[in-house]
């Protein structure tokens, strides 16, 4: 291969590229991963264009753009370049999709029914009624309403404090990766303690606190409102994990 072939393959290659950026800044591979809050396995897997071994989904690729991002690259064109060398491991995110229940056949077909009815039945007991009680009330001009008593009224008019604004709710969305024990606490209350399967999701609304145990960290990823969350841990080590109103932020993976 000639040099001139060898420095394009070098720029196709967005292993090679992210490798040769992070040693022109100086930076090791734990550097790296201790910045990013990834472990050093799934970075030295990025550099060896091993992306099969990590998280699978969104997680992949949000580690894909961190790493980027923390050695001076484009997020977005390594992402690109790691999708076209290996398109099945990089796979689109599907959007959520959240599904009505359908009403059963029985219930629709009353309701159908009914609302095709009721319309008629309602014109006929209007028009059958005596005139003078289709409007018993006096014309709206002629109506008085009671006068408030001051003294329940503050200064301004206003009868009612303003109500303060709902919070955003934060949902702390469980995805299992593989087979794993998973405990959850949620504000001292155990929501679930099981045998978890791949594939499964489980979303939780973050209250005070949310606590995950279980036998292995790497088997349980995660999102908070819809952003990744980082890596817990490595395989087979122990999950024991704290994710609080007032923190969780720390636990996203930065873009």
């Given at each position: 291969m000639s040099v001139e072939a060898a420095a394009d393959q070098r720029l196709l290659d967005p292993a090679a590229r992210l490798r040769e950026a992070?040693?022109?800044?100086?930076?090791?591979?734990?550097?790296?991963a201790e910045a990013t809050k990834l472990s050093v396995r799934a970075v030295e897997l990025i550099e060896k264009n091993s992306l099969s071994g990590l998280p699978a989904g969104i997680y992949r690729r949000s580690i894909v753009r961190a790493v980027a991002r923390e050695v001076g690259l484009n997020p977005e064109q390594i992402l690109a370049a790691f999708t076209a060398l290996h398109p099945d491991d990089l796979q689109a995110p599907d959007r959520a999709i959240t599904a009505e229940p359908k009403a059963a056949p029985s219930f629709s077909k009353a309701l159908a029914f009914v609302s095709?009815?009721?319309?008629?039945?309602?014109?006929?007991?209007?028009?059958?009624?005596?005139?003078?009680?289709?409007?018993?009330?006096?014309?709206?001009?002629?109506?008085?309403?009671?006068?408030a008593a001051s003294e329940v009224i503050p200064v301004g008019g206003f009868s009612e404090m303003p109500l303060a604004p709902k919070p955003v709710p934060v949902v702390v969305t469980l995805t299992i990766s593989s087979r794993c024990q998973l405990r959850v606490i949620a504000d001292g209350n155990e929501i679930l303690g099981r045998t978890m399967e791949q594939g499964e999701t489980l979303p939780?609304?973050?209250g005070e606190e949310l606590i995950l145990l279980g036998d292995n960290a790497s088997?349980?990823?995660?999102?908070?409102?819809?952003?990744?969350g980082r890596l817990l841990g490595k395989p087979g080590d122990v999950l024991s994990t704290r994710i609080g109103r007032d923190d969780y932020q720390d636990f996203l993976v930065r873009y």
């Open positions: 992070r040693e022109q800044k100086g930076l090791s591979i734990r550097q790296v095709a009815v009721l319309p008629v039945v309602a014109g006929i007991v209007y028009f059958s009624m005596p005139a003078k009680t289709i409007d018993s009330k006096p014309p709206i001009a002629e109506r008085r309403l009671a006068p939780i609304e973050l088997a349980v990823q995660f999102s908070i409102n819809g952003q990744a």
